[in-house]
């Protein structure tokens, strides 16, 4: 007899919580793209978001805390944003960065026995800067090969943008941890 664990799979209840992450998600990311959008510094937009982004990613991460949610999370994400902005095709790489995340965080606590990983706030706070860092780094090598014409696109510029959203993903996801830690004390979570 096969006895399921329900650590181990997705229920509907993490599903829903997935959903209502990515609609936070994509508030957030539109308040922040439309607010930065005319700054004219190369990458601008990407760097807001990924310290934006983080905050709510690490509380949804925090709230479902099993392998696998930072990939659906990301690829929910992507493939949503490849519906609204038809003209960005390659949005729904991103889910490359999510699969980045879950990886971490699963080699960070390779010794933990069961699928509840996102239980220690390290896990979740590394698993944002690599995922956000691997997304910064796919999005603008898919801009030089899909032959975007800009002048930002070179190798330093994007090692640059991509450090400084590792360094930000990690500041807005242990702003999130710290925020549900206080929602799980609480009881919300």
Do not use: H, Q
């Amino acid at each position: 007899m096969i006895i399921m664990r329900k650590e181990y799979y997705f229920t509907l209840k993490d599903f829903t919580y997935i959903a209502a992450t990515v609609a936070i998600l994509y508030i957030v990311a539109v308040i922040t793209k439309l607010t930065i959008g005319a700054i004219p510094i190369p990458g601008m937009k990407t760097i807001i978001g990924a310290f934006f982004s983080t905050i709510v990613i690490s509380i949804g991460l925090m709230w479902i805390r099993k392998l696998g949610t930072f990939t659906l999370i990301m690829l929910v994400y992507g493939i949503i944003s490849g519906f609204i902005f038809p003209a960005i095709p390659f949005l729904s790489l991103i889910v490359i960065g999510g699969l980045a995340g879950d990886l971490t965080a699963k080699l960070l606590g390779a010794k933990i026995p069961n699928n509840i990983i996102y239980e220690d706030r390290i896990r979740v706070i590394f698993a944002c800067g690599v995922c956000y860092f691997v997304i910064s780094v796919v999005l603008f090598y898919a801009m030089i090969f899909l032959g975007y014409p800009t002048a930002i696109l070179r190798n330093d510029i994007i090692f640059l943008i991509s450090t400084v959203c590792f360094f930000l993903a990690l500041l807005g996801s242990s702003i999130g941890v710290k925020i549900a830690t206080e929602l799980r004390r609480a009881g919300v979570i």
